[in-house]
């Protein structure tokens, strides 16, 4: 079983920053992508940004130079260091990881219990 930990989220005014955390542990032989996605009421889940093993990234489109995420392979941790926030961005952020447990398992996908995220003056 893996388990994953997210904190970080929180009130910031428009324009502010902040900086979302992820950490999974448990059964773990490889983390192959990890990254964040978020909800908003209303509207679906969509990705905010995710990164690969070997550090490729791809982001959401409504990003546009804001956010950066990294992930410390070692650890099996993620940040996304979100700059320039908008109210838009209000939602809540989604940890989510893709794991090998073992060296012969197939891929599993594990998801956090989410941050809330409030943009707002």
């Known amino acids: 079983q893996v388990q994953v930990v997210e904190s970080g989220g929180g009130l910031v005014q428009p324009g502010g920053s902040l900086r979302l955390s992820c950490a999974a542990s448990g059964s773990i032989f490889r983390v192959n992508e990890i990254g964040w996605y978020r909800q908003a009421p209303g509207e679906q889940r969509e990705l905010v940004a995710v990164i690969t093993y070997s550090d490729n990234t791809n982001y959401g489109n409504f990003v546009k130079g804001r956010f950066t995420i990294s992930r410390d392979n070692a650890e099996n941790t993620v940040n996304l260091q979100m700059n320039s926030l908008k109210p838009e961005d209000t939602a809540v952020y989604y940890c989510?990881?893709?794991?090998?447990?073992?060296?012969?398992?197939?891929?599993?996908?594990?998801w956090g219990q989410g941050t809330q995220v409030t943009v707002s003056s």
């Open positions: 989510n990881v893709d794991v090998t447990e073992t060296m012969y398992s197939d891929p599993a996908d594990y």
